[in-house]
């Protein structure tokens, strides 16, 4: 699975919608759209908000690991 495919996953997951989403992470839901189908590559410090935004760690939303686990505290 991609990261695309992830973040895709992920919000169906949460039963969210793109707007919502984009919402979280200060983007307009057409990039968060885009980000989602590939057509442009979600910028680290927007794939930093989804994985506080849904709790997971990056290696989970990058496809790196198949287990959910929680954002690290700082």
Do not use: C, W
């Not at 996953?9 to 707007?19: G, H, I, K, P, V």
């Amino acid at each position: 699975m991609s990261y695309m495919e992830r973040m895709k996953a992920l919000r169906e997951d949460f039963d969210l919608n793109q707007t919502t989403v984009a919402r979280a992470i200060h983007v307009a839901q057409t990039t968060y759209s885009d980000y989602e189908k590939g057509k442009v590559r979600i910028p680290i410090e927007y794939l930093i908000e989804l994985a506080r935004f849904y709790d997971v760690d990056l290696n989970y939303i990058a496809d790196i690991s198949k287990v959910k686990n929680k954002f690290p505290d700082k």
